[in-house]
Structure formats: structure tokens, C-alpha cells
């Protein structure tokens, strides 16, 4: 199938486009990567009256790093997050989880921002978004507002950015001292959705014994899911996490649903695998990196 008709303009200028967006309303898309949004228009699931393009505006493409952690603009590819080195070194989980997204193809032209945008509950970096405690900036005609991820996941396929607004950034919280970070996730084929994935971070005491750990899950809900898991693994030695009381705990706590893809209890059963195996690998990491 091919789009409906739309009207496509190209600002030059971050206030050109949020001119643009006021005026448009609910009647217009943002394109930056397209690799969600123009597959539903051909599909005709998203009939937009209006599409914004944003890739020909200064300063929207840029990854920063500093001692608070990383921002990620709004046109920077999947890609380019995942090959930044001072990115990877002050927030790994962004690399490990960024690099299960689709195919190399994809991530070339996808967007970070784009995706958390789309707010597919099966999309990678909403759960890291989540897990981390980061924060997406949305801006319109005389003001932003900045959305923690539980704020700005609303539903399905549906976050907070509002008629009029633009999400010009993702920030990551950098990586605490003497913490580790895996993703661990299962797909039918590498580079399809996941039937479920799991993130994990895993911070030391002085001891070098574990001292807080959590989760987040993608594929298991509306939203991603986050589940703190430290009472379940508190006090072992980082060497030897034994995660299994860890992974029964999220089993408990997620609510699958079932589709074409998994029944519901596979996807728990799964949830939970995945939680240990991602604990036990963010333990280690952190370990190496208290040595």
C-alpha cells in the first residue's frame, strides 16, 4: 500500500518547526528517522495530514557527554549511539541494549529519540530510558518541559509529547561508581521485536558485595516494566550472584499479555530467565569494574 496524501514541509530551524507544529496541531508527524512511522503510513495505520521533517535542523544531531551523563539529540541515529565511545563508557547499558534494535540497516537511519517517541512497548530503549531513571525533553512555541519515563510512556504506542511539542533530547544518567550493566533479550530471529527483553543494573557496597539491583523489561506490558529486585540478591558476593530467587520475583510481578508470537506464561517464564541471566552479567561487570 502507499500513504495517504500529506502536506511535507522541511524547517530549517528548531523555531521553524515549532511553528510549524503549533500551527499543524494534532494534525501533523515529526520525521526524523521514519523507521516506525513510515511503514505505518504505508500501512495506513498513521494517516497524517501534515509530516514535519527535522533532519535538515543544526544542532538536533548531536550526542554529549559530561559528568551527569548523556544527551542524546532528537536526529541522532541508533548507529551513532551505538558507536560513541564516550557515550559506551559513561552509560554501557545504551550500547548492550542498542545494538539488539532490528538490523544495522535500521539503526542507521532510526532514531534514539524517534523510537521513545513511538513508545513501542517492545522497543529497547524505552526500558532503558526506565531502568536508568532518564528523562526526555519535549519543546514547543514558548516553552519545554523535561518527562521522567514514567511520565512520558503513556500506553502503547503512545507517549506524552502533545500537539505542538517536539522531543528534542534523551537523557541517560551516568552509570554509578561500582555499578554494572547487562541486556538480555530473546527474538524469534535476530533483529525482530522481542518476545521479551530484560535490562539490568547492579550496584556495590565497599565490600564488593551487591547492594541494590533492579530490572527493565520490555514485550511483558503496555509500558516498560521496572522491578526492583535487591532484596533478592542484597549481600552476595558479586562473583557468585545466585539470581534465581531474583527471576522468580519477576515472574510474580509482570502481567504478560499473549499474541501470535508467545503465550503469556512463556512470556513470564522468559522474563524471569532473562532477569537472572542479566543480573548475574551486570554482577560480574561490576565487579571488574571495582577491581
Not at 115 to 122: F, G, I, M, Q, T
Amino acid at each position: 500500500m502507499k500513504p495517504s496524501s500529506f502536506v511535507y514541509h522541511r524547517p530549517t530551524t528548531i523555531e521553524e518547526a515549532l511553528d510549524l507544529l503549533a500551527e499543524i496541531g494534532s494534525d501533523g508527524k515529526v520525521l526524523a528517522g521514519g523507521q516506525s512511522l513510515v511503514p505505518l503510513m504505508s500501512m495506513r495505520l498513521a494517516a497524517p495530514a501534515h509530516l514535519v521533517d527535522v533532519n535538515r535542523i543544526d544542532g538536533l544531531a548531536g550526542i554529549q557527554t559530561d559528568v551527569d551523563g548523556v544527551r542524546v539529540g532528537a536526529t541522532a541515529r541508533h548507529a551513532d549511539v551505538e558507536h560513541h565511545e564516550a557515550a559506551y563508557a559513561a552509560v554501557p547499558l545504551l550500547r548492550q541494549a542498542v545494538k539488539h534494535v532490528a538490523h544495522p540497516t535500521i539503526r542507521n537511519r532510526g532514531t534514539t529519540v524517534g523510537s521513545l517517541a513511538h513508545a513501542d512497548p517492545s522497543g529497547e530503549m524505552t526500558a532503558v530510558l526506565a531502568l536508568l531513571g532518564g528523562t526526555v525533553t519535549l519543546r514547543r512555541r514558548g516553552g519545554e518541559r523535561r518527562l521522567a519515563a514514567g511520565e512520558f510512556f503513556v500506553g502503547p504506542l503512545e507517549s506524552a509529547v502533545g500537539p505542538g511539542e517536539l522531543a528534542v533530547e534523551a537523557f541517560f544518567p551516568r552509570s554509578a561508581p561500582r555499578s554494572g550493566t547487562a541486556w538480555a533479550e530473546v527474538s524469534r530471529r535476530h533483529g525482530d521485536y522481542a518476545v521479551c527483553g530484560v535490562g539490568a543494573v547492579v550496584t556495590l557496597g565497599e565490600d564488593r558485595r551487591v547492594g541494590a539491583a533492579k530490572v527493565g523489561l520490555i514485550s511483558v506490558g503496555p509500558t516498560p516494566v521496572v522491578v526492583d529486585v535487591t532484596d533478592a540478591i542484597v549481600g552476595q558476593s558479586a562473583d557468585a550472584v545466585e539470581a534465581e530467587r531474583a527471576g522468580r520475583l519477576v515472574m510474580d510481578t509482570v502481567d504478560p499479555d499473549a499474541d501470535i508470537h508467545a503465550t503469556a506464561e512463556y512470556r513470564r517464564h522468559l522474563a524471569g530467565t532473562l532477569a537472572a541471566r542479566a543480573l548475574t552479567e551486570a554482577a560480574a561487570r561490576a565487579s571488574e569494574r571495582a577491581a
